[in-house]
């Protein structure tokens, strides 16, 4: 791995390491970036551009019925949420102290 130094001035010289991105991260950055980009055209054409389109045109056939364009995005944050919540509370489970049990006094 390299490393690289930058310094920021602030009020003071603060050198900072960077690590530079390899060829997999890249490469599954860019993948990532494509993915959405592609999604967010889909989802735009489909709410946006679909409705003043005639509904017996060939273009209608390539997308879902309207009513999952709020349905969709709503389960997705939904399992977002959920997912966020249980990675949240196996994080504090994981961290919290251990305790020793405390003895009875007569």
Do not use: N
Request: charged share 15%; hydrophobic share 50%.
């Amino acid at each position: 791995m390299e490393y690289r130094t930058c310094s920021i001035i602030r009020l003071s010289v603060t050198v900072c390491v960077l690590l530079q991105a390899t060829g997999i991260d890249r490469l599954a950055g860019a993948g990532l970036v494509a993915f959405s980009s592609v999604l967010f055209l889909y989802y735009t054409v489909w709410v946006i551009c679909l409705p003043f389109i005639d509904s017996d045109h060939v273009i209608h056939s390539f997308f879902l019925p309207r009513e999952y364009a709020v349905l969709l995005p709503l389960l997705a944050g939904l399992i977002l949420l959920l997912l966020m919540g249980v990675f949240v509370t196996y994080v504090m489970w994981k961290s919290r102290p251990k305790t020793s049990p405390k003895k009875k006094s007569q």
